[in-house]
Structure formats: structure tokens, C-alpha cells
Nanobody, 126 residues
Framework: QVQLVESGGGLVQAGGSLRLSCAAS????????MGWFRQAPGKEREYVAA????????YYVDSVKGRFTISRDNAKNTVYLQMNSLKPEDTAVYYC???????????????????WGQGTQVTVSS
């Protein structure tokens, strides 16, 4: 069982930056691939970014490439999402998620995740 707690959301002006953190419980964090999702009001959940257990592979949705960076610190059981050049369309609740992958380079598809955090609100004003 993995418990995930996001933090770092808030209100920021367009062009600004935020760094989201997701702290995971458990001693086997390093054997999980981690992902970030977001959901805006009235829209479907969107798979934003993912990272494999050793940071060897990452995934980004096209709309955030070059602006967002996913990273992880296995010693701290934490995954991060650095968000730069934020746009109003980035406004959403952001969720982190975990998928057990062992020590493989498998990047989960968006339907593969087993554990979810409660979400953190990101609001970008124009």
C-alpha cells in the first residue's frame, strides 16, 4: 500500500512558476513509477507527466513539454513537478499517482496507476 500526499499548489500569475511535491509512504517507493495528472473543471483528467523508478525515462503531454519537468528523489520518497511559464490553461487540480513496476523502465499508461493522492489546486491568473 502506498499513500501519496501532494503539496505546493497555489495561485500564480501567468508566466510564473510553481513546484509541486508528492510525498509517498512506504519503503519501496523506488520500485514505483510515478505520474502527475490534472483535471480542470468540466474537463477529463489529463495525463501530464511520468517518470520511471530510476528517472531513466520520462513522459510529458505535448502541451507541457519544455515548460514542466518531472523529477524524483528516492531517498526522500518524493516526486516533483516543476512548472514554469505557467498559462491560465494549466489551471486544474493536480494529482500524483503511483504504479508498481519493479525496477523496470516501463512507463505506465494513464490507466495503469494503482494509487492516487488527494490533489492540489493550481490556479494561474491571466
Amino acid at each position: 500500500q502506498v499513500q501519496l500526499v501532494e503539496s505546493g499548489g497555489g495561485l500564480v500569475q501567468a508566466g510564473g512558476s510553481l513546484r509541486l511535491s508528492c510525498a509517498a509512504s512506504g519503503r519501496t517507493f523506488s520500485s514505483y513509477a510515478m505520474g502527475w495528472f490534472r483535471q480542470a473543471p468540466g474537463k477529463e483528467r489529463e495525463y501530464v507527466a511520468a517518470i520511471t523508478w530510476n528517472s531513466g525515462h520520462t513522459y510529458y503531454v505535448d502541451s507541457v513539454k519544455g515548460r514542466f519537468t518531472i523529477s524524483r528523489d528516492n531517498a526522500k520518497n518524493t516526486v516533483y513537478l516543476q512548472m514554469n511559464s505557467l498559462k491560465p490553461e494549466d489551471t486544474a487540480v493536480y494529482y500524483c499517482a503511483a504504479r508498481f513496476t519493479g525496477y523496470s523502465d516501463y512507463v505506465p499508461s494513464e490507466r495503469d496507476y494503482d494509487y492516487w493522492g488527494q490533489g492540489t489546486q493550481v490556479t494561474v491568473s491571466s
